[in-house]
């Protein structure tokens, strides 16, 4: 049968040429030909519209990372000047351009640690894709070969070619797939809430994960394990901020065994967590850093790894083994997604936006932490401008619904229906992260809408007897 004639959508129409060609990412297949897409084409501010007319807060950013939001034009003018003056020059084999070499020099003064040079990708899952490449590489160098395993952890997201897939511990991310590849293993979340002994405190579970990721490296043999890799605070796998003296902890292991941290700062990077960069918040020294989302504001696709001083002189000894650095993409260090990012950096400082995140993050916390006592929220948990509630039957045994329910999804459907984007994780948590430029009465709006949407989320739980 074809697509068309699976659909209850008007011939030729935007929603069934949608569902006849355009096989979108992360999306079930059949329930889409079933409901159809929610076509946006237009954007201003925090709003986006949709082909019917209506004005939906964009309170996810999109996947986290248009911080400033819709619609600004400084961005629009900045591409387009470089279009004209130069659209694409290559970065391979010594040639360069010179808006790739500011926006590597910005990104190393705004940096944390000790961070020296910068590589280009076009994503976040191309620049932990890259990341494997440079453990790799900087353990071959150093003549340890059976230095590669890699440790993630359960629940998280780093993208989704085979490589960072791999790396990635939502099941989601591997059902179908055959990955994770080998050489990659996952350690446990770091969500208190869920994981945490009766009795136990956040400071002790944070110790207890420590000492679990030190067996799991002995076990392993510390010779073949390389690098850890970490979102600061978890993005898609849940929503779930680190327990307190978590990454301390965790880093001092690392080092007792000489193993590299990653910090993955794809969504936590340019100020989401309250700093500019989610290491800084939870005191993480990572010898590598990768980028992109809120770089450019998501205007142009650009990532990018930033590298630690001492790993980047690895990488160069190497050569006198492998000869060239042999690795890149067509559109590493583009020009016109440089110009985009390097421009976005200058609004955030023009505008102060960290301080504008500053003086909104106590208002948006305080507003989300007041679901905490609905019946149907487990806990809700945040840190600067993201925050997501966990939903669940049994708050005080903290139980949880079937899948097969899709309590969540139901949720973030009706917040669409009153005019907000929110986004369904895995464990039924539900998800508010807005543009980074949202005002207080935008906030108000956001929880508003999503109040309604868990209202009558309660009140479906309630009439099916799921409670
Ligand atoms: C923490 C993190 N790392 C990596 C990625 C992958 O980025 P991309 O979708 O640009 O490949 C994501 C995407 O959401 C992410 O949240």
Redesign the pocket.
């Known amino acids: 049968m074809a697509p068309s004639d699976r659909t209850r959508f008007a011939p030729n129409s935007a929603a069934a040429r949608d569902i006849e060609y355009y096989l979108h990412p992360f999306t079930n297949l059949k329930a889409h030909e079933e409901n159809g897409p929610l076509i946006v084409n237009e954007g201003k501010g925090v709003y986006v519209y949709d082909d019917q007319g209506n004005e939906i807060i964009e309170g996810m950013a999109g ?3 248009t911080s400033l939001g819709f619609g600004e034009e400084r961005l629009a003018k900045v591409a387009y000047d470089q279009m004209l003056k130069l659209p694409y020059m290559q970065g391979f084999t010594h040639r360069s351009n010179e808006v790739a070499i500011d926006l590597a020099e910005k990104l190393i003064s705004i940096a944390p640690g000790n961070m020296g040079k910068v590589f280009f990708t ?7 894709d890259t990341q494997i490449k440079i453990v790799w590489y900087y353990n071959n160098a150093l003549g340890r070969p059976e230095k590669k395993k890699i440790i993630g952890r359960h629940k ?6 085979l490589a ?1 897939a791999s790396l990635s511990g939502v099941e989601y991310a591997h059902k179908g797939f055959d990955v994770p590849l080998d050489r990659f293993l996952h350690t446990r979340t770091p969500h208190f809430w869920r994981e945490g002994l009766d009795g136990e405190t956040e400071d002790e579970f944070s110790t207890r994960l420590a000492q679990e990721l030190d067996d799991m490296i002995v076990a392993e043999g510390p010779d073949t394990v390389a690098a850890f890799i970490a ?1 600061p605070v ?3 796998g849940g929503l779930i901020t680190p327990p307190t003296g978590y990454f301390p902890k965790i880093q001092a292991v690392l080092k007792k065994h000489d193993v590299l941290m990653i910090a ?5 990077g340019f100020m989401r967590t309250g700093n500019m960069f989610g290491s800084e918040t939870y005191d993480i020294q990572p010898d590598l850093i ?1 980028i ?2 809120a770089l450019s504001s998501a205007y142009l ?1 650009i ?1 990018g790894v930033m590298i630690s001083n001492e790993v980047y002189e690895v990488l160069r000894e190497g050569g006198d083994k492998f000869g060239m650095w042999n690795t890149g993409y067509t559109y590493s260090g583009h020009p016109v997604s440089a110009a985009v990012a390097l421009e976005t950096l200058s609004i955030y400082e023009e505008r102060n936006l960290l301080g504008h995140v500053r003086s909104m993050m106590g208002t948006f916390q305080e507003q989300m932490a007041q679901f905490a006592d609905h019946p149907l929220v487990g806990e809700v948990r945040g840190v600067g401008l993201f925050a997501a509630m966990e939903l669940t039957p049994d708050p005080e045994n903290k139980g949880s619904f079937d899948p097969a329910h899709k309590i969540a999804p139901g949720m973030v459907a009706r917040a669409q229906a009153h005019g907000l984007i929110m986004r369904a994780l895995p464990s039924d948590s539900v998800a508010l992260c807005p543009p980074l430029i949202i005002n207080e009465d935008e906030i108000g709006m956001c929880i508003e809408r999503a109040g309604k949407a868990l209202d009558e989320t309660w009140d479906f739980v309630q009439s099916e007897g799921l409670v």
């Open positions: 996947l986290w990372c076009n994503s976040g899952s191309e620049a932990n998280a997201y780093h993208g989704i070619t960072a979102e978890m993005g898609a993955d700062e794809v969504i936590t990768s992109a989302k696709p990532g």
